[in-house]
């Protein structure tokens, strides 16, 4: 069975806990703007994910870790959308990108929808980060994502409210908010001895 066929079976499964929606509860139903993210995870004996760093001078999310991505253009879907912005953010080659399917939505406090893309990319698949949004790009190993001993539980105070986020952490670069509860709800698809 292919890596991909492995998360295809994997996608349509029972979950082992129920998904996280987005956000503060209370700005969850203020989320309208669609969006698309693609995690791209790599073929090979020891899979792993691609994820960027935002450059600092961005409007939003600056300096943060996110998986390529962006808003869904008219006409478009998140497939469509996720490769898009795959491509712009990292040259990455939509043909080479085998799309296995997709994540519940996750709504976030800054007004967004987003859909999670799945795709298997080659392992040596060349990446060129867009010079004005993203200033590096890495592979994490996806069996230390999955883990939940590496998904912790943070909190902070955002809007006069206590938030409660998880951050994952991997070779001292810190992957949190919306980006690490998308992996969480990945891990709660996958079955982590299946990867390991």
């Given at each position: ?5 492995k998360?295809r079976?994997?996608l ?6 129920a ?12 989320a ?8 791209a995870i790599?073929?090979g ?10 450059r ?18 008219p ?13 712009e953010?990292?040259l ?10 997709e994540l519940?939505?996750?709504r ?5 929808i ?42 902070a105070?955002l809007?006069?409210?206590?938030r ?8 001292s ?6 980006t ?9 698809r ?7």
């Amino acid at each position: 069975m292919t890596l991909a066929d492995k998360l295809r079976t994997a996608l349509v499964s029972e979950p082992a806990a129920a998904p996280i929606e987005g956000d503060l509860p209370g700005f969850r139903a203020q989320a309208v703007i669609p969006a698309a993210v693609l995690i791209a995870i790599t073929k090979g004996p020891e899979p792993g994910v691609i994820l960027t760093v935002r450059r600092e001078h961005m409007r939003t999310h600056a300096g943060q870790i996110a998986f390529p991505g962006g808003r869904i253009d008219p006409g478009e879907s998140a497939i469509d959308a996720a490769l898009r912005e795959a491509h712009e953010e990292l040259l990455m080659d939509s043909d080479a990108v085998e799309v296995v399917g997709e994540l519940g939505m996750y709504r976030t406090v800054t007004g967004y929808i987003i859909t999670p893309v799945i795709g298997v990319i080659p392992p040596d698949l060349p990446l060129t980060p867009h010079e004005h949004e993203v200033a590096d790009w890495f592979k994490a190993p996806l069996v230390h994502l999955l883990d939940p001993a590496n998904q912790h539980i943070r909190s902070a105070l955002l809007l006069g409210r206590q938030r409660h986020y998880y951050e994952i952490e991997w070779n001292s670069r810190k992957i949190w908010g919306a980006t690490a509860a998308m992996i969480v709800n990945l891990s709660r698809r996958l079955h982590r001895e299946v990867w390991s």
